[in-house]
Each structure stands twice: as structure tokens, then as C-alpha cells.
């Protein structure tokens, strides 16, 4: 499975952006995909989940109300809309795949930067 990330850039606190994630080859074996961020000097944030098939989502609770994954299970892309956006959050934002539910995310898409001024 290849994933390719795009959409990050310079956005003021409060303002929106949104990523994009399309994957390819092997897309039928994906069980969920998820975005990732790191910002520098801190470990890595799962922040948003989405199976595949069942369309259940999860968020981690610092962007729950601010940020929406959605998925397009015919363009086999996922979508992170990101509003209301803080300092915070900037850090460079990683689209995932996992084939199963146990595994490790093991296809990787570029990062993205996402930076928020204040």
C-alpha cells in the first residue's frame, strides 16, 4: 500500500487546513487508516482513526471537537479536517495503514508539516 500525503501549511490559531491522504496497490487489504503528528521534541501522536469497513472513528481527546477524519472508500483517501486550529498543534502530520486489527501501522505516507502561528 502507498499512501500520499498532502495539504499542510502555515495557517493563524484558529483558522482551519485539510489534509489529504490517497492510498494505493493493496487497498483492499487495509483495515484502518489513520493520521499521525510529531511535533518536534515529543513523541509520536496517534491523533485520528478510521476502520476501513465499518467507518468507526477515534480521536485522541486533544483534538476531539476540533479536528473530523473522514474517508472516501471509492477514491480510497482520507480526509483530516483541522479547525480551530492552536500552536499546538503544529507538527508534522503522517498518514498510516494497517491491514489488520493487531498490527503495527506498517505503510507510511510522507509528512506533512502543519504550522500554527499564534
Known amino acids: 500500500v502507498q499512501l500520499q500525503a498532502s495539504g499542510g501549511g502555515l495557517v493563524q490559531a484558529g483558522g482551519s487546513l485539510r489534509l489529504s491522504c490517497a492510498a494505493s496497490?493493496?487497498?483492499?487489504?487495509?483495515?484502518?487508516m489513520a493520521w499521525l503528528r510529531q511535533a518536534p521534541g515529543k513523541q509520536r501522536e496517534l491523533v485520528a482513526v478510521?476502520?476501513?469497513?465499518?467507518?468507526?472513528?477515534s480521536y485522541a481527546d486533544s483534538v476531539k471537537g476540533r479536528f473530523t477524519i473522514s474517508r472516501d472508500n471509492a477514491k480510497y483517501t482520507v480526509y483530516l479536517q483541522m479547525n480551530s486550529l492552536k500552536p499546538e498543534d503544529t507538527a508534522v502530520y503522517y498518514c498510516?495503514?494497517?491491514?489488520?486489527?493487531?498490527?503495527?501501522?506498517?505503510?507510511w505516507g510522507q509528512g506533512t508539516l502543519v504550522t500554527v502561528s499564534s
Open positions: 498510516a495503514a494497517r491491514t489488520g486489527p493487531n498490527g503495527v501501522y506498517d505503510h
Open positions: 496497490g493493496g487497498t483492499f487489504s487495509i483495515y484502518d
Open positions: 478510521v476502520l476501513w469497513r465499518s467507518g468507526f472513528i
